[in-house]
């Protein structure tokens, strides 16, 4: 009733933008009526208003902190009266154009909806009742774009590329991204060899990304969430208020250059995505134009600065050229290859860039050599061969031995006093390091879980050596089943679809083979070696983008902590939560001594 009521009273006044999440509503009630016509109507106008509140803010934001800039302000009230005169230009600017901002104060619910681009399933739907299969293709595909998991759109999809009056031209993404579609036909191009063509089109995907991050930057200037934190309970002053705030609209900032690099479907950034754009520019340049091409290789040197293959171009394009040049002028503030590595002694190895790939990088002292050697022990007196894959001898090759142990299984040794309970502890320690750091270094904005966390040993079968061709761990990618011939990875059981993120951590290196390798999707093709030694770890997303494999181990013997982890909590490992109950319950003790009559080996 309420909701009828809001629309009779809106619609009465056609000075204001109807509010998106009560045209969605209005939608899904049609659909679950059957009444396809207002499912179109009502939905098309949720998204038509859901974009035009967005444009809305973002012009207001933009010229409020134009007409009220901080600059020469910071200090005192001259910085404060900014703020708040920055504040009351943006709510009266937005009330004009939208009206009531608390008529558009949408929920988290269909916030996500809309950014999983849920209403577009429903309109496939309509249209297709409707007949009217082009612009139900053109649904379907946009929805398709941000869940490529989804089976049945896919075979939707398939359907309607069969039906007469459906057209190539009809499959389009309507919820593109000006700078990612640019982009993605300018490779296109370019890989075609049409470089003046590409050119174009990657000076335009420049100048719509740049355009695209001035307004994701706008949007951050507006109430920030701040999670378990509430001003009137703690009584916080003005200026730690503003403080606080003003922290978290950087944080939102930097977000923009992930989200900008973001593809739809995709939970993690393409790689390198602002400088590949210069770096394409300085070869397609390269056929006709050095200048040009000088300054984009130049340009590609403020992200990266004195990598090797660009300065030698460098050099060339000078020597070619008889001068020298600048590189172009870009907001590169807050680009950052990677986030943080957390712990002061990690070093950074090589980025993806250098590992030929996307999503990877190679780290060197995550563990010092004490570490290593303790581990090596705890895993000679606790692992068992094929323990955590079926109990099988040699689960990947009959000429190696294989042995590994879990976390929980650790602990239990601990306790039993078969091994030293610190050792069981570091295994712990160690894991959860290593999952802090990749979830940092990948910048992931929602917390990184385990789903499994492995001990392992591979040993090399005297005797055995002699004219080995396979390897010690076959090519594969981790949350999908590689398909070399089809250069496809399928995500479907019995794939581990809800990995997203994997590690190895070495223990040693005093062993024969057994290097870490990437390769192309046709198993075959190696793009990056690792060889392995104590405290490097090499991590990578778990999708078909990173196949990988293990070179066989032909002497000696190769330790690591292998680590999946999952972005899903619900598929988090089982054992690893109750080790986290084990190790609560053992801080417990040593807090509070033996009063409280726990005993952690209970918990196992």
Known sequence: AAIVLLAAALSTSTAFLEP??????????????????????????????????????????????????????????????????????????IEEK?????????????????????????????YQKLKQPDKAA????????????????????????????????????????????SF???????????????????????????????????????????????????????????SDH???????????????????????????????????????????????????ALTYLLFHEGEESLMDNVDYYREELGHDSKPREVSICCYHW????????????????????????LLDHVMSEEECSDLRHLAHA?????????????????N????????????????????????????????ERARRIIESYFLLNSTLHFSYTHLVCRTAITGQQDHRNDLSHPIHADNCLLDPDANECWKEPPAYTYRDYSALLYLNGDFEGGEFIFTEMDAKTVTASVKPRCGRMVGFSSGGENPHGVKAVTSGQRCAVALWFTLDPLFRELERLQADEVIQALDTQSVWGQGLNINPKDEL
Not at 98 to 126: C, M, T, W
């Open 382 to 398: 606790v692992t068992m061969a094929g323990d955590g894959y079926r109990g099988r001898m040699s689960p990947h090759t009959p």
């Open 338 to 361: 990677g986030g943080p590595l957390v712990y002061d002694s990690v070093q950074l190895v090589q980025n993806s860039a250098a590992l030929n790939g996307t999503q990877r990088v």
């Open 20 to 93: 998106y999440d009560l045209l969605y509503d209005n939608a899904v009630q049609a659909f679950y009526n059957s009444d396809y016509h207002n499912v179109v109507r009502y939905m098309e106008g949720a998204l038509s208003s859901y974009a035009e509140v967005r444009r809305t803010r973002v012009r207001c934001r933009l010229t409020c902190q134009d007409q009220h800039p901080f600059d020469e302000t910071f200090m005192d009230l001259r910085f404060s009266d900014a703020v708040l005169q920055r504040a009351a230009c943006m709510n009266r600017c």
């Open 246 to 296: 003003f922290t978290q609209v950087l944080h939102c900032e930097h977000e923009c250059v992930r989200d900008l690099a973001n593809r739809p479907g995709r939970l993690s950034p393409m790689e390198n995505y602002l400088p590949l754009h210069y770096d394409y520019l300085q070869f397609a340049y390269f056929q006709g134009e050095l200048e040009e091409a000088l300054q984009c």
């Open 400 to 431: 190696e031995k294989f042995e590994g142990a879990t976390v929980l299984k650790t602990l239990q040794h601990g306790f039993e006093g078969r091994v030293p309970m610190r050792s069981a502890r570091l295994f712990y320690d160690i894991s």
């Open 98 to 126: 939208l009206g009531s901002q608390s008529v558009h104060k949408v929920s988290e619910d269909v916030l996500q909806d809309f950014h999983r681009r849920i209403p577009y399933n429903y309109l496939q739907l309509a």
């Open 138 to 181: 053109a649904a379907a595909h946009t929805y398709f774009q941000a869940n490529p998991e989804h089976v049945e759109m896919g075979q939707n999809l398939e359907q309607y590329k069969d039906l007469q009056g459906v057209m190539e031209e009809h499959f389009v993404d309507r919820e593109a991204r000006p700078h990612q579609r």
């Open 184 to 242: 993605a036909a300018a490779v296109k191009l370019y890989n075609s060899g049409d470089y003046e063509a590409a050119i174009g089109l990657f000076e335009e995907a420049l100048t719509e990304y740049y355009k695209a991050d001035v307004e994701c930057r706008a949007l951050c200037h507006w109430p920030q969430r701040f999670e378990g934190y509430d001003y009137l309970r703690y009584r916080y002053s003005l200026y730690e208020v503003i």
